[in-house]
Nanobody, 125 residues
Framework: VQLQASGGGLVQAGGSLSLTCAAS????????MAWFRRAPGKEQEFVAV????????YYSDSVRGRFTLSRDGATNTVYLQMDSLKPEDTAVYYC???????????????????WGQGTLVTVSS
C-alpha cells in the first residue's frame, strides 16, 4: 500500500489549507487513517485520526475545533481541512494508515503500518 499526500503550501495566519491522502489500495484491509506532523526541531506529533467507517475522529488538543478530518471510503482517501491556521501549525504533515481496527494508542505513530511521503505546510505570521 502506498500513501500519496498532497495539498501543502504557504498560507497566512488565519487562513485555510486542505490536505489529501490517497491510499493506492482500494480493497478492504486499510483501517484507520491518520495525520501526524513534525515541526522544525520538534518531535513528531499526532494530529488526527479517522476510522474506516469515517464515523469517528479523534484530534489532538492543539488542532481540535480548527481541523476537520473526513474520509471517502470508496477510494480510501482522507481529507484534512485546516482552518484558522497558526504559525505553530507549520510542519511537515505525514499521513499514515493502519490495517485492522483503531488501536487504543491511535496517537502513537508506532501503531501505523503505512506512511506517506509528507507535505510541507508553512503558516506565516
Amino acid at each position: 500500500v502506498q500513501l500519496q499526500a498532497s495539498g501543502g503550501g504557504l498560507v497566512q495566519a488565519g487562513g485555510s489549507l486542505s490536505l489529501t491522502c490517497a491510499a493506492s489500495r482500494r480493497t478492504s484491509g486499510i483501517g484507520p487513517m491518520a495525520w501526524f506532523r513534525r515541526a522544525p526541531g520538534k518531535e513528531q506529533e499526532f494530529v488526527a485520526v479517522i476510522t474506516f467507517s469515517g464515523f469517528t475522529q479523534y484530534y489532538s488538543d492543539s488542532v481540535r475545533g480548527r481541523f476537520t478530518l473526513s474520509r471517502d471510503g470508496a477510494t480510501n482517501t482522507v481529507y484534512l481541512q485546516m482552518d484558522s491556521l497558526k504559525p505553530e501549525d507549520t510542519a511537515v504533515y505525514y499521513c499514515a494508515a493502519r490495517e485492522g481496527g483503531l488501536h487504543g494508542r491511535y496517537y502513537d505513530s508506532n501503531v501505523y503500518d503505512y506512511w506517506g511521503q509528507g507535505t510541507l505546510v508553512t503558516v506565516s505570521s
